[in-house]
């Protein structure tokens, strides 16, 4: 089935996430309450919930995105291209302006959304992140309603799977065993808050995260046998 689908309709995507306050001590009293209750079960005895505040941005209830990176194929010809953008800025703003992308061109029956755990992470992470800032949810996250065969969204990780449910393996551990070339990250996913929020570095976290968008579409080509993408292929508009 993958090798039939168009690349030119799948709109890859990664996003980086961080804690809403830099502090726990910055949360109000009830937010920090229900930070407690939330972590009880994974802190268990480890960690306060002070200290367990660090890992706040892997959930939409207490964190927030600062950007969201796509990359989608174009071809003309024999010509084959590989265009990445980003969002970032205010997170009201990077969500309208990522529904702009979905509306404006990624909105047909025929158009996927993937992602490297994006069923698990990303496609949820952004659509309760919508919800929250009071914005209407586009068609390609609204899943309400939709049969299982009708949802758009691919993940490479489901795919990586093969029917075995419990397996997790990470973007870069996929791209290790199939072969493909390890982009020149100067950081990982547990970094991008101290870069956000101590460093104030948001180029470096686009060009992270929009090498994970290069990296799941480079995956993506190797579980249909295809050639891998080239520097010169990969364009950032």
Known sequence: ?????????????DIETVPQQQHFSDLDETSQQLWEQKTQYQRKD??????????????????????????????????????????????????????????????????????????EFDFPYIARRMIISGINLPYKLDLFGKKPWEVPHLDTMELWKFGDYKHFTSLKLLAHVLGIPSPKEDMDGSMVKDVFYKENDIDRIINYCELDVVTTAQVFLRLRNEELLTDDEIKKV
């Open 1 to 13: 089935m993958l090798y039939k689908l168009n690349l030119e309709h799948i709109l890859f995507l």
């Open 46 to 119: 480890e960690f306060t919930p002070e200290e367990f505040y660090e890992r706040a941005g892997i959930w939409a209830e207490f964190g927030k995105i600062v950007c969201i990176s796509v990359g989608y194929f174009k071809t003309q010809g024999d010509l084959r291209t590989f265009r990445t953008t980003s969002f970032y800025g205010d997170e009201t703003t990077i969500l309208k302006e990522f529904k702009q992308l979905l509306t404006g061109y990624f909105s047909s029956v025929k158009h996927l959304l993937c992602a490297h755990n994006g069923k």
